[in-house]
Antibody, heavy 122, light 108 residues
């Protein structure tokens, strides 16, 4: 069974930083692309970032590009999201997701963690 | 960037059929996924590659995709199907995952 466990969330001040971690089990982590998706309170899903299985290919939403950094450590079955220059609009529940390749060879989030709340407020 | 349009809400009586639509330019050329998110829970994949169901998803959930509209169909709607439903595609122009705005399904 795929399990994804997020940690590292909490309260940060505007302009501050936080690092989210996602520890995975139940599948071959080193063979799977991974993503981060967030959901602001009462709002819909917003994709944040994705990383290929090797870490060679990385993608960011325009809203976080230049401020957030995704990375992974395949030896620890863990992916990370380093968030800097945080803004009030970054307040959301952040979900870690295991990606799957679709029939066209592009990827989509297949399995999701429970999510971790990040609040940016002074 | 690629935009997916969903109706904000849909109400259906128990036992009836719910059809959740997702509009996008030539979406029929893309692979569409659907997620169910119940209140306070993480999203769950219910349809992928337009029409396939992950293991454990009831056959009541089915998908179709053609032209400019993809559709998630839930037959014999049950109270437990009440949730937000999101469609999703990959935007080849930007290499971004794109979600629709979500449809809140209410079971009357």
């Amino acid at each position: 069974e795929v399990q994804l466990w997020e940690s590292g969330g909490g309260l940060a001040q505007p302009g501050g930083s936080l690092r989210l971690s996602c520890t995975a089990s139940g599948f071959t982590f080193s063979s799977s692309a991974m993503s981060w998706v967030r959901q602001a309170p009462g709002k819909g899903l917003e994709w944040v970032s994705g990383i290929s299985s090797s870490g060679d290919n990385i993608y960011y939403a325009d809203s976080v590009k230049g401020r957030f950094t995704i990375s992974r450590d395949n030896s620890k079955n863990t992916q990370y999201l380093q968030m800097t220059s945080l803004r009030a609009e970054d307040t959301a529940k952040y979900y870690c997701a295991k990606d799957k390749e679709d029939i066209l060879g592009t990827i989509f989030p297949e399995s999701w963690g429970r999510g971790m709340l990040v609040t940016v407020s002074s | 960037s690629y935009v997916l349009t969903q109706p904000p809400s849909l109400s259906v009586a128990p036992g009836q059929t719910a059809r959740v639509t997702c509009g996008g330019n030539n979406i029929g050329r893309k692979s569409v996924q659907w997620y169910q998110q119940k209140s306070g829970q993480a999203p769950v994949l219910v349809v992928y590659d337009d029409t396939d169901r992950p293991s454990g998803i009831p056959v009541r959930f089915s998908g179709s995709n053609s032209g400019n509209t993809a559709t998630l169909t839930i037959t014999g709607v049950e109270a437990g199907d009440e949730a937000d439903y999101y469609c999703q595609v990959w935007d080849l122009n930007t290499d971004h995952v794109v979600f629709g705005g979500g449809t809140k399904l209410t079971v009357l």
